[in-house]
């Protein structure tokens, strides 16, 4: 699905903001931009990866980035499968 935020614009809904777990580097930001919204919470569990969130995040206000791993349990260890995309589908669940 290209474009996720159609599907509030069809409920006739106006979001102000967004909170992404999973955030990677900000690949929906511009999307996110183009929506108005005015504030963005990003998760990213990947430090290679919420390093360069951070750095892309520094010069917009009210968009802020959180260095985690949201599972459904704290305080318990969790496994966090790295994928070899760059990071890009690590996730939680095993792989396959």
Do not use: K, L
């Given at each position: 699905?290209?474009?996720p935020l159609h599907l509030l614009r069809d409920l006739d809904r106006v979001p102000?903001?967004?909170i992404h777990v999973g955030a990677n580097v900000r690949q929906e930001f511009?999307?996110?931009?183009?929506a108005?919204?005015?504030w963005g919470v990003y998760i990213e569990a990947l430090p290679s990866a919420y390093e360069r969130l951070r750095l892309t995040l520094e010069d917009?206000?009210?968009h802020l980035p959180i260095a985690a791993l949201c599972a459904d349990v704290d305080g318990e260890e969790t496994i966090f499968h790295v994928a070899s995309n760059d990071g890009n589908s690590s996730s939680m669940l095993e792989f396959g």
């Open positions: 699905m290209a474009d102000r903001g967004v511009p999307a996110y931009q183009a108005g919204f005015a917009a206000p009210n």
